[in-house]
C-alpha cells in the first residue's frame, strides 16, 4: 500500500489539519485567524500586518471591532508566522495581495452582501493599497495605520522598495532581513518620529485619493506601531477606527436596506 504523506507542518512544527489555514494559488499553506461577533455580523475586516510581524498581534484591535458587530480575519502572509514561505522573502510582492484577495472571496462567499474593509498597518497599509487598487469600488473602505506610501529616509532599504511599489514602481526580487523591534516598538520614557515610513506618504496619499470620505489623523512624536504605543495614544487611535467604521458600518446597512443611517 502507497505510504500516507505527512501532515504539513508549520515553521513552528504544528500540523496544519489543526489550525485554521488555506491554501494559496502556489499551494503554501497560510495560517489563518478569525474574530467572529455572536450574532449576525453587520460587516467584514481583513487585517493585513506588517514586515515581520504575524496575525496575532492583532488581536487588541480584532476585539475591539468584533464589538462594532464585524467579522474579523487575517492571515500570516507568505514567509510571515505560522503560514509556509521562506522567511522574510519575497519574489514577487503581488503574492501578497492575491492572497489577500482568495480570502476575501473565501470568507466573503459565507456572506454575502455584507460591505468588506481593509485594515494594513505599515507594509501590511501598502499590501491594503494594491489590493483595493486591484478592484476599485469593491471595498468599503481601509484602515491604514503608518501605512508603507514613502520610506522614512531612514528605514532599510527593504522598506524603500515595497514604498516605491505602492508608487506604481515594479519590485524587483529582494530579502526582507531582520527589522529592530526597537524601531516598531516606543520606549516608555523617549518619544520619537515614525523611523520606518515617512508621514509625507500619508498626506501624499490624501492629495492623491479621489475617494471625497477619507479622514487622516497624525499622531505627534508617537512611533511606528500606533495600535502598540503608550495608553494614551493608543487609546485615541482605538477610538478614532471605532467611530470611522461605525458610521460607515452604518451608512452601509442603510444603502441595502434603504433606511437612513
Known sequence: MPEESAPRRTPQNLPYQ???HLVNADGQYLFC????????????VFVSHGAGEHCGRYDELAQMLVGLQLLVFAHDHVGHGQSEGERMVVSDFHVFIRDVLQHV????RDHPGLPVFLLGHSMGGA??????AERPCYFAG????????LASPESATTFKVLAAKVLNVVLPNMSMGPIDARVISRNKTEGSADRLCD?????LLMESAKSQDKTLKIYE????VLHKELPEVTNSVFHEINMWVSQRTAA???????SPP
Open 33 to 44: 485567524k478569525y474574530w467572529k461577533p455572536a450574532g449576525t455580523p453587520k460587516g467584514l
Open 221 to 224: 512624536g508617537a512611533y511606528h
Open 105 to 108: 472571496d473565501v470568507v466573503q
Open 18 to 20: 489543526d489550525l485554521p
Open 199 to 203: 508621514s509625507k506618504g500619508a498626506y
Open 127 to 132: 499590501i491594503a493599497i494594491l489590493t483595493a
Open 142 to 149: 481601509m484602515v491604514l495605520i503608518s501605512p508603507l506610501v
Open 252 to 258: 452601509a446597512a442603510a444603502a441595502r436596506t434603504g
